[in-house]
């Protein structure tokens, strides 16, 4: 089995019809990767122990996704110096509460915090990728690729 480059780490398993947008740009780009739960509030040790873990194992880019007060990705960042990016879930405050838990970090120990909801959860997965290609360069081109795939189906957009 490959070993995986990037980890998804959710808050909760209600998180992942969302997320999962992330994993699927993942496989797309066939990039290897890991998705769990695990939560900053609800199983603290157990998120130190893993990011140590899959560090180790090998993983470059940590995706971390919560809703609430989502400090899952912030305590990811504090344990690895590989990227993280996080995915703020709507909430019963409608994300923003998520979001800006995810986008304070003290100066120092940064997360990279995507929109929230869908089109978050999408960026972070294409984001992984664009970051492992800056050492891949067929991977480079596939996005590039992508673009220009999606640029021809817009353009060929007609309004009636
Ligand atoms: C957060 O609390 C999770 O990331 C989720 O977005 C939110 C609600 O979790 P559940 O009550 O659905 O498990 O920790």
Redesign the pocket.
């Known amino acids: 089995m490959t070993a995986p480059k990037v980890a998804i780490l ?6 992942w019809p969302v997320v999962k947008l992330a994993s699927d740009q993942l496989n797309t780009y066939g990039v290897p990767h890991e998705s769990r739960v695990l ?1 900053a ?1 609800r199983t603290p040790d157990e998120v130190v122990a893993y990011v140590r873990d899959a560090e180790a194992r090998g993983v470059k880019v940590f995706i971390g ?4 007060a ?1 400090h ?1 990705a912030g305590v990811i960042a504090a344990h690895t110096t590989m990227p993280v990016l996080a995915i703020p ?1 709507t ?1 019963k405050l409608d994300g923003l509460d998520s979001l800006l838990s995810m986008v304070q970090m003290p100066k120092g120990v940064p997360v990279g915090c995507l929109a929230i909801g869908e089109a978050g959860a999408t960026n972070a997965g294409i984001l992984a990728v664009q970051i492992l290609s800056t050492s891949d360069p067929a991977l480079a081109q596939k996005l590039k690729d992508a673009r220009r795939a999606e640029a021809d189906r817009i353009l060929k957009d007609t309004l009636s």
């Open positions: 959710m808050g909760s398993k209600s998180d939560s509030h996704a919560a809703g609430g989502a899952l879930i909430s």
